[in-house]
């Protein structure tokens, strides 16, 4: 069918834009080498996300704690939303706004690493949640569309997909997070 079709050329345009980019190129490499230094040094890499971006986050936490490739120790990397009670109760008796913010204070230290995945770049609790990195000197990497939204003005790392269209962005997201931790998981556990 021809939307088939449509939609994996536009899936595979946004991903040679990327290949096309040696800004965002260097920018992934970095993102890659700040993790590693990160779980050198005794840290953690901390993800938050809504929705598709929430799944995401969970995605890559579970290929850095698991494994990607290979058997290997694993790291300790967890997606924020993953405890429904604390999602909830804080949501209701804070704001929704707070709901990752608070766990950074909770859980952050300077050194770790937190990736905030938001497709437009202007979820409240996702910025609140960099914010909060920011002032514990974390590591903020944000994960966006090609616009950056407000995350481009306060995340350590920028890596903002050339895109407005959120299925490609979150494709795209995925597709580097897998390549971050292929990266990660080759350094940390070289296999001889």
């Given at each position: 069918m021809h939307i088939i079709r449509e939609k994996l050329m536009?899936?595979?345009?946004?991903k040679n834009k990327i290949i096309g980019s040696d800004e965002l190129i260097e920018k992934i490499r970095t993102a890659s080498e700040k993790i590693i230094d990160c779980y050198r040094n005794g840290g953690k890499v901390l993800l938050c996300g809504n929705g598709g971006s929430a799944a995401d986050a969970q995605h890559i936490a579970a290929e850095f704690?698991?494994?990607?490739?290979?058997?290997?120790p694993p790291l300790y990397s967890e997606a924020l939303h993953v405890n429904s009670?604390?999602?909830t109760a804080v949501a209701n008796d804070y704001s929704f706004d707070e709901v990752y913010a608070r766990l950074i204070r909770a859980m952050g230290k300077a050194g770790d690493v937190l990736i905030g995945i938001s497709t437009s770049g202007n979820s409240p609790n996702i910025l609140k949640a960099i914010e909060e990195a920011n002032k514990l000197k974390m590591i903020t990497i944000g994960m966006t569309g090609e616009s950056g939204g407000k995350l481009k003005d306060i995340c350590g790392i920028l890596l903002n997909i050339p895109s407005s269209d959120t299925p490609r962005i979150q494709e795209a997201h995925?597709?580097?997070?897998h390549i971050i931790c292929e990266i990660v998981e080759k350094e940390l556990f070289p296999k001889s």
């Open positions: 536009d899936s595979v345009s946004v704690s698991g494994r990607f490739y290979y058997d290997r009670s604390y999602l995925i597709t580097i997070g």
